[in-house]
């Protein structure tokens, strides 16, 4: 009797990573997001693409709700967020770097359908109750509009173990 060996099926979907976004605040959070994204470019050999989100609601409610022009703070959150990706991503990875004026939500998620972002890498403060329900999270509103899959790092550290497949 002769047996016959039946390959193994295969997945007819891919994970493909060409582009991957880390929204950044500039806090430990956003951090250790990019922490996070730095193995997951160098296994699908993506580029890590930085935005950063002048949310000017914020900065007018600071200042008593003084009119604030975005563009003011555009240059320097440039150059701070170029800098970031020079000195944590490297030239290797770095993809684009994004600076735009608005609620940071609309923003990251805007960014990732122009820019046809395949994974948003994101942190979480994780703050939870009263502190919660009056900052709202950007994260879950990311979570919700996404048009791409995102993974949210949590602020309590984890240790991510690279390995051949």
């Known amino acids: 009797m002769k047996t ?20 950044i605040d500039f806090t430990k959070t956003s951090s250790n997001a990019l922490w996070y994204a730095k193995p997951f470019a160098r296994s699908f050999d993506a580029r890590i693409t930085l935005v950063h989100a002048i949310d000017t609601l914020a900065y007018a409610a600071s200042m008593r709700y003084v009119p604030v022009n ?30 735009r004026a608005g609620t940071p939500f609309e923003v990251i998620t805007n960014v990732a359908r122009e820019w046809d972002v395949d994974l948003i890498v994101i942190g979480t403060h994780g703050y939870s109750g009263i502190r919660h329900f ?5 994260t879950e509103r990311v979570v919700r ?3 791409c899959p995102v993974l949210v790092v949590h602020p309590t ?7 051949e497949c």
């Open 4 to 23: 016959t060996t039946q390959p193994a099926p295969s997945d007819a979907r891919t994970l493909n990573l060409a582009n991957i976004l880390v929204p």
């Open 145 to 147: 509009e996404a048009p």
């Open 157 to 163: 550290e984890h240790e991510v173990v690279q390995h």
């Open 70 to 99: 975005g563009e003011l703070l555009m240059a320097p959150a440039e150059r701070r967020l170029e800098a970031l990706g020079i000195d944590a991503v490297g030239e290797e990875l770095l993809g684009d770097i994004l600076v």
């Open 134 to 138: 009056f900052q709202g999270s950007t």
